[in-house]
């Protein structure tokens, strides 16, 4: 990620965990403070997928930021998914 200051990446963690939010129905937790830290988190795990995947080693701007961030977010939310179970309660 650019360098963008402690602003930059809880605006970018936030807006990439609302919108993963968004994307990925299920029971993970929801709010600022958790939106911004799956981001943010997102934001790390989409950084290494770019580099690992891509060779990227960097990512330029707001915008590649902020789509790094959000892949990352949405497989956060889906592994927090799939480790909480099925929605309806029952364990197989």
Known sequence: MPVLGIIGWV???FLAGALS???VGD???RGCLPNILIGIL???VGGFL???YFGQ???YGWIGSFVV???GAVIIRWVL???SGPRDGRRY
């Open 21 to 23: 939010g968004m994307v």
């Open 57 to 59: 080693e960097q990512i």
């Open 42 to 44: 997102g934001g790390l």
């Open 81 to 83: 998914g799939l480790a």
């Open 27 to 29: 029971r993970t937790a």
């Open 69 to 71: 961030a959000f892949v």
């Open 50 to 52: 770019a580099r690992e």
């Open 11 to 13: 605006v970018i963690g």
